[in-house]
């Protein structure tokens, strides 16, 4: 799961926007003005016969800020991404 969802940072973070492009989701801001410094990201790769999927995970960050639920508050109601 990506820290991101429990981040202060997540609703303006470029990494996160990012994350949100791979996952053809809709993103927290259009206009993300926070680098985070050192972020870590474990992609991973899975085949099923003709289809690949390819999910990303941010798993650290330097400029991590623990705000438990902060996605959650900003999308109340939506789940919560895995």
Request: aromatic share 8%.
């Amino acid at each position: 799961m990506c820290i991101c969802i429990n981040c202060q940072y997540v609703d303006r973070c470029n990494t996160y926007y990012a994350v949100e492009t791979q996952h053809q989701q809709k993103h927290l801001t259009e206009k993300p003005e926070f680098e985070p410094e050192k972020p870590s990201i474990n992609v991973n790769i899975r085949t099923d016969s003709d289809c690949i999927e390819i999910e990303w995970d941010v798993v650290g960050c330097e400029s991590f800020t623990e705000d438990m639920g902060k996605w959650a508050r900003l999308r109340p109601g939506e789940a919560i991404p895995t």
